[in-house]
């Protein structure tokens, strides 16, 4: 079985630059999660998607981020313009179905890297 | 909101036992879940527990006391691979079942 893609792995960028990342969940997986991973933290909830709805995006800076999952399979995640704090990983994770209330393990992808200069 | 706390590095040496803590306070709890993280890579999936007891997996076993508001992971015969940072994370019922992390365990396993 496929786990979860991402793309890029590793970006560069200016600040006040846009950057976009992509994500794949597992095949099947309606919940989609992205999550903010800053060095020596663990990671924090940016989003939660069940199938193309946004469940929870309460800790998203939405001045400047924002995310989509139009078709409830794909999802991209956006920065415009970026600042130098937002240099972290970002990773996507996924799960069957989150609001079943069941023990539904969460799967994640490698991450992007991102370096704001 | 929530508070996850768990200690910033252990130490411990190859073929040893280790136990790493994690406390926390969250209104909703629905499950307590530690994940593995080796350097650079992303997260995988150790352990879940949602009532309170021990649960054995392996070389690996995690416990939970709803009450106390306690979990520990417990590794056996450390391996110089177990070297990672170990993720204490509670799923909130209130929000929308998303994970909150705390701030991770870095472990070191010396020879």
């Known amino acids: 079985e496929a786990g979860v893609a991402q793309s890029p792995r590793y970006k560069i960028i200016e600040k006040r630059q846009s950057v976009a990342f992509w994500c794949n969940p597992i095949?099947?997986?309606?919940?989609l999660y992205w999550y903010q991973q800053i060095l020596g933290q663990g990671p924090k909830l940016l989003i939660q998607?069940?199938?193309?709805?946004?469940?929870?995006d309460s800790q998203l800076p939405k001045d400047r981020f924002s995310a989509e999952r139009l078709k409830g399979v794909d999802s991209t995640l956006k920065i415009q313009p970026a600042k130098l704090e937002d240099s972290a990983v970002y990773l996507c994770a996924s799960s069957l179905n989150i609001l079943t209330g069941a023990a539904e393990t969460q799967y994640f992808g490698p991450g992007t890297r991102l370096l704001v200069l | 909101g929530q508070n996850i706390d768990q200690p910033t590095e252990m130490t411990a040496t190859e073929g040893a036992i280790v136990q790493i803590n994690c406390t926390y306070q969250?209104?909703?709890?629905?499950?307590l879940f530690w994940y593995q993280q080796h350097a650079g890579e992303a997260p995988t999936f150790l352990s879940y527990n949602v009532l309170d007891g021990l649960e054995e997996k392996g070389r690996f076993s995690s416990f939970l006391s709803r009450s106390k508001g306690y979990s520990y992971l417990l590794l056996k015969e450390l391996q110089m691979k177990d070297s990672a940072s170990y993720l204490c994370?509670?799923?909130?019922?209130?929000?929308?079942?998303?994970?909150?992390f705390g701030k991770g365990t870095s472990l070191l396993v010396t020879p």
């Open positions: 969250t209104s909703g709890f629905n499950g």
């Open positions: 998607f069940q199938n193309n709805g946004v469940v929870d």
């Open positions: 994370a509670v799923r909130d019922k209130n929000s929308g079942y998303a994970l909150n």
């Open positions: 095949s099947g997986h309606a919940t």
